[in-house]
T-cell receptor, first 113, second 110 residues
């Protein structure tokens, strides 16, 4: 597609439930990022992939968060045993390796109840 | 202290006004800077990159002062459609990670 596609657009999870968020980047974009944006805050870095390699996962808040990009295209962010503090918009962005023209997806709004 | 700091506003200005946003960053290793625009419940979209020489795109002008670690965005002849949150972003290091400010809220009123 022409842009970064994220699904689902909205997700309501019961506390303790596992969720999986999908990101389909722009075709050919080498780099893929996940950010978490809480209400009224700027996005906070979670993790970064270059192709299939996860080069930086320093922003993942706990070991309940796991991300993968096995074939260097689609990425999945998984959150196990969701907690209320996980409620946020999860943004995916991709870019080519040669510039900083990050393109963001529309995000997945996760609400943990 | 956050690495990138902005005045959260809100800035309420009439149509046609000129408004300026400021941003400071603490990491002197930061190499690249950007202004993003984010509409309510939408994803951030790149507005413009910021260069030391300053750059202008229509009604928008961005400036970088490395000595003071300060970035600015000037919007001239503001339009109703400029109402949004403007996020200051710095990039440092080789991991391509972006560091975001909290954003400055702008409301342009008729």
């Amino acid at each position: 597609g022409a842009g970064v596609s994220q699904s689902p657009r909205y997700k309501v999870a019961k506390r303790g439930q596992d969720v999986a968020l999908r990101c389909d980047p722009i075709s050919g974009h080498v780099s893929l990022f996940w950010y978490q944006q809480a209400l009224g805050q700027g996005p906070e870095f979670l993790t970064y992939f270059q192709n299939e390699a996860q080069l930086d996962k320093s922003g993942l808040p706990s070991d309940r968060f796991f991300a993968e990009r096995p074939e260097g295209s689609v990425s999945t962010l998984k959150i196990q045993r969701t907690q209320q503090e996980d409620s946020a918009v999860y943004l995916c962005a991709s870019t080519t390796g040669n510039n900083y023209g990050y393109t963001f997806g529309s995000g997945t709004r996760l609400t943990v109840v | 202290r956050k690495e990138v700091e902005q005045d959260p506003g809100p800035f309420n200005v009439p149509e046609g006004a000129t408004v300026a946003f400021n941003c400071t960053y603490s990491n002197s290793a930061s190499q690249s800077f950007f202004w993003y625009r984010q509409d309510c419940r939408k994803e951030p979209k790149l507005l413009m990159s910021v260069y030391s020489s300053g750059n202008e795109d229509g009604r928008f002008t961005a400036q970088l002062n490395r000595a003071s670690q300060y970035i600015s965005l000037l919007i001239r002849d503001s339009k109703l459609s400029d109402s949004a949150t403007y996020l200051c972003v710095a990039h440092a290091g080789n991991n391509r990670k972006l560091i975001w400010g909290l954003g400055t809220s702008l409301a342009v009123n008729p």
